[in-house]
């Protein structure tokens, strides 16, 4: 136990030293989950503060403009500017001024109607419902198109957005307009309703419920673990660093001249810098519950979760600490680990789920990420923060983050032991 302290003393003294790992450690993640919270959080909201103006050419001037202009005015997202020219919108829009230019063509209600009419008045007259006989048009009314204009720098995920309620809009219109004149056509009485318009088939959304109130996520729940997780993996840089330190300060050989083991130097270190990752999980908490409401962002609600927070955070910890002591055991130079340290913790959030949702990506790289331990360490702050988990329903996850701190530190102790055997 006293070489296991001494260890761990030596290296506090070490990082107390070195104030740009300190910096990084502590300042960068705080100043990260701040930057990204303020960024997302208009998404969380269910009343967005900050509406996206929309360009309107209306030259219908009819029926179907108008309920259109309902409609989009119905959104709390939208601030409809209105423009008398196509040409006009085009260029603003493809200018990157607008996101988006919406143009109703010419006489859409009119046509709209005609078709309408042509297909109720085909129907009755199968049926034998109409006095005189159909009079075959012609020709059918030509197809009508919404043209929709966008930024080039628009996202998908905006545009399919768009497209699918103006798509819903049209489609509530055309099939009030077929009611409307099949109510024509069968009814004398214009104000007698024969069919009912409203909407029959609704949906409504149930959400995770705890003393009888709603669960309701929102930014900071969903930033603060998963940049905490980021700050947390972010030690095996300065860990690996120090390591190779000793290795080219000849720290490391006056240490095996001496009747330590191996694996009581990475005791020491795993003491050490689990404590640091805690401190670092204990910041991300004071900001978010302190901090995010004093600058307009939502209070981080941590209310009968902290034992298990910081049960997902030390077990995260020790994984992160388990791949920052392989690290360091097997890289001999500054120019290796701190390179490759950084961009492996990189890749192992963006496969985790840190930096894209994990059900979005590829079916082959959602498998691959049941292999990141950051995803772990995900699921685990998320089942505690948002779907209210106890600690028998995170067993899993910090049980796969202790394995990976085991399995890690066996090999760097091995490996070690290999290397050093004359």
């Given amino acids: 136990m006293h070489k296991l302290i001494a260890s761990a003393y030596k290296e506090t003294l070490l990082l107390s030293r070195d104030l740009g790992g300190l910096a990084i450690l502590f300042v960068m993640p705080l100043v990260l989950v ?12 269910t009343i ?9 050419v209306d030259l219908d001037k009819g029926s179907v403009s108008q309920s259109i202009f309902e409609g989009l005015s119905t959104s709390n997202s939208l601030e409809i500017i209105t423009k008398a020219s196509e040409e006009e919108a085009k260029r603003a829009v493809f200018n990157g001024e607008y996101q988006l230019a919406i ?7 009119a046509v709209l109607q005609k078709k309408v009419n042509y ?22 009314p030509k197809r009508m198109e919404i043209i929709l204009y966008f930024d080039p720098a628009t996202q998908q995920s905006f545009k399919s957005s ?13 099939t009030q307009s077929i009611y409307k004149a099949f109510q024509e056509q069968l009814s004398e009485d214009e104000e007698e309703a024969i069919f009912e318009t409203e909407r029959f088939i609704s949906y409504k959304e149930m959400v995770p419920t705890k003393d009888s109130k709603d669960i309701i996520p929102n930014s900071a729940q969903h930033n603060v673990p998963a940049w905490a997780l980021f700050a947390i993996f972010f030690i095996i840089v300065p860990l690996s660093i120090n390591m190779v330190k000793e290795k080219t300060q000849g720290t490391f050989v006056r ?52 034992p298990l927070l910081f049960t997902v955070a030390a077990f995260a910890g020790l994984a992160a600490i388990g791949l920052g002591l392989l690290l ?24 985790g789920g840190v930096w894209v949702p994990v059900f979005v990506m590829p079916k082959f790289m959602q498998l691959v990420s049941n292999l990141s331990p950051m995803n772990w360490g995900l699921n685990g702050f998320y089942d505690v923060f948002l779907r209210n988990s106890n600690l028998k329903e995170i067993l899993p996850e910090i049980g796969l983050l202790f394995m990976f701190f085991i399995i890690t530190t066996v090999i760097s102790i091995v490996y070690n032991e290999k290397k050093n055997a004359i």
Avoid: W
């Avoid at 967005?48 to 309107?56: G, M």
């Avoid at 768009?162 to 055309?174: P, T």
């Fill in 119 to 140: 297909n109720v008045e085909g129907i009755l007259a199968k049926f034998g419902l109409e006095e005189d006989s159909l009079q075959i048009a012609e020709s059918v």
């Fill in 255 to 306: 240490l095996r001249t001496n009747p330590v083991h191996y694996a009581t130097v990475l005791g020491g270190k795993t003491v050490v810098y689990l404590t640091v990752c805690l401190i670092q999980f204990s910041l991300m908490l004071i900001i978010g519950v302190y901090l995010f409401p004093a600058i307009g962002l939502p209070t981080l609600d941590v209310a009968g979760r902290l």
């Fill in 48 to 56: 967005n503060d900050t509406k996206i103006p929309v360009l309107v």
């Fill in 103 to 109: 143009v109703i063509p010419e006489n859409l209600s």
């Fill in 328 to 351: 360091g055991t097997v890289a001999k130079t500054q120019e290796q680990s701190a390179p490759f340290g950084a961009t492996f913790v990189v890749i192992l959030a963006a496969l």
């Fill in 162 to 174: 768009v497209k699918n309620g103006i798509d819903r809009m049209i489609s509530q219109i055309e």
């Fill in 34 to 45: 701040i930057t990204i919270t303020l960024i997302q959080d208009s998404s969380f909201k």
